[in-house]
Each structure stands twice: as C-alpha cells, then as structure tokens.
C-alpha cells in the first residue's frame, strides 16, 4: 500500500510525534537544570516539525497544543501546566511565541531552499536567530505590561549567553 507522503492523517500523526517529543525530551533533561537550560531540548523538535512538515505545521506545533482539539494551549504552556516547569509566565508564554516563530521559519525557509547541508544550516541559523529575536521582542512587551524591566543585557544573557 502506498501512502500520500502529503496526507493531513500523516501530518498530524507526525505532528503529534513531535509535540509529545517537545513535552517529553525536557523531562530527560530536567534532572540537571543546566543541561536542559544550555540544551532547549523542547526547541529541537519544533525546528524538525517545521523542516519535515513545513511552516503552517511547525508554527501549529510550536503554539496550539494538541492539533485538532481546540484547547489552544501553547507547548510550553501546556508542559508547564502538566509538569510544573518552565515557569507559566512570562517563561513558557514568551516560549510559545519563540517556538512557534522557529516552527514557522524553519519551514518556510527549508521549502524554499535547495535541499544541500549549507543551505540546511544557513536555515537553521537564520530560524534560531528570528525565534530568539521574536522570545526578545514577547518579553519585553510582557516586561512592559507588567511594569517590569527588560534590559538588553537580560536578552542577551537569555537568548545567547545561557542557551
């Protein structure tokens, strides 16, 4: 039996793979906080669900959790519901955007490349680089709303120095 490599079944059989791996992989990780801060082990999936499945895909994988069900709760946000960890807010709702914009990017970017390893990873560095931008610009409208600061150097430190 041959399959459609572009079904909506195996899309969302796949997408749903990659969510339970983004919920899952940090609870490995979890046990050493600073392998799991240094690691983003939720982030890997999310760039995989967008290069395989493209940017619509990823960027529903990255935000709505699960696909289908209507309980619009972001990956990160439902982790942290469920398992305590990351922080609800402002950590886990600055990651949905984050992780929503690498699922997007990752996708888009990947299908409009030329499928070669330069081209993979200048893909990969451009989607890091915009989801860490979008993580920036969502916490410090949060820092904003909350009466909080959010320096630079607290984006720095948090998109590229502990990452």
Known sequence: MKMNPHSTTRSLVLAALFLALAFVLP???GHVPQVGNM???MHFPILLCGFVLGGP???AVGFIAPLGAGVGLAAPLLRSLLAGRPE???TAFSMAFELAAYGLV???LWHKVKHTV???YASLVTTMVAGRLVWGAVRFVLAGLT???FP????LSGALLTA
């Open 152 to 155: 630079f150097s607290a984006f």
């Open 39 to 41: 690691l983003c082990p």
């Open 88 to 90: 609800f807010f402002p």
């Open 106 to 108: 990752s996708g888009v």
């Open 57 to 59: 895909w990823g960027l």
């Open 27 to 29: 609870m490995i990780t």
């Open 118 to 120: 330069p081209m993979m």
């Open 147 to 149: 009466g909080s600061s």
